[in-house]
């Protein structure tokens, strides 16, 4: 069965220092992992998404994250915090084969504040 | 055209209207999707429609009303509804659809509706 932890509900970061925003995962196969960042009352926006190929993704304003099998992590990286990265993020799981293939599994978010 | 469109972006509504919440996409994609997102919690999956045929309902009150009138519209119809169904609704969009209506690949979303019910 799939499942997602985000492992921090809020995390607060001061501008210009590093962001990480941590996830765990669980798959029975081969997964897709995917990072959504939603501002208030906005819809969700890609961040970034992995689907086998490097196991580094970089993404949209400067965000990366690194599939690291072994310990099961899909973890959230920005060199320095902007202000307009103060949102909610979601780690997003799918399985690409088996009876679940397909079925998207979120995180319950983690909530990114950044202060001046 | 690269995103998924929805409209209106408020509404509020008594529990004896009747409404419709509209999403388009011009991607070409095949799979069209309906989310109900609560406050401070992730989307939940309410409805997909795969090559413009209803494949997944996730046990959904009838009161809720999916509809694909062709590959680019989703439309949502709403009645009767309860204070409790207020939230964001979600479209979202993919370019592919395994059987059964799932896909694996990533999902586009558009921005939403805020529903209110009185």
């Known amino acids: 069965a799939q499942s997602v932890t985000q492992l921090d509900s809020h995390v607060s970061v001061s501008e210009g220092t590093p962001v990480l925003l941590r996830c765990n995962y669980s798959?029975?196969?081969?997964?897709?992992l995917f990072w959504y960042v939603q501002h208030p009352n906005k819809g969700l926006q890609l961040l970034l998404k992995?689907?086998?190929?490097?196991?580094l993704v970089k993404g949209i304003n400067g965000f990366e994250a690194e599939f690291k099998k072994s310990e099961t992590s899909f973890h959230l990286t920005k060199p320095s915090a902007h202000m307009s990265d103060a949102a909610e993020y979601f780690c997003?799981?799918?399985?690409?084969?088996?009876?679940?293939?397909?079925?998207?599994?979120f995180g319950k978010g983690t909530k990114l504040s950044v202060k001046p | 055209d690269t995103e998924v469109t929805q409209t209106p972006k408020h509404l509020v509504m008594g529990m004896t209207n009747k409404k419709s919440l509209k999403c388009e996409q011009h991607?070409?994609?095949?799979?069209m999707y309906w989310y109900k997102q609560k406050a401070k919690k992730p989307p939940e999956l309410m409805f997909v429609?795969?090559?413009?045929?209803?494949?997944i309902n996730e046990s959904v009150p009838s009161r809720f009303s999916p509809e694909c009138p062709n590959s680019s519209l989703l439309n949502l119809h709403l009645h009767a509804l309860q204070p409790e169904d207020s939230a964001l609704y979600l479209c979202?969009?993919?370019?592919?659809?395994?059987?059964?209506?799932?896909?694996?690949?990533?999902?586009?979303f558009g921005p939403g509706t805020r529903l209110t019910v009185l």
């Open positions: 979202a969009s993919s370019p592919d659809a395994l059987a059964g209506g799932r896909s694996y690949n990533e999902q586009f």
């Open positions: 991607m070409g994609h095949r799979a």
């Open positions: 429609y795969s090559y413009e045929k209803l494949s």
């Open positions: 992995y689907t086998s190929a490097a196991t």
């Open positions: 997003v799981v799918s399985d690409r084969a088996g009876g679940s293939q397909g079925n998207l599994i």
């Open positions: 798959s029975s196969y081969s997964p897709s």
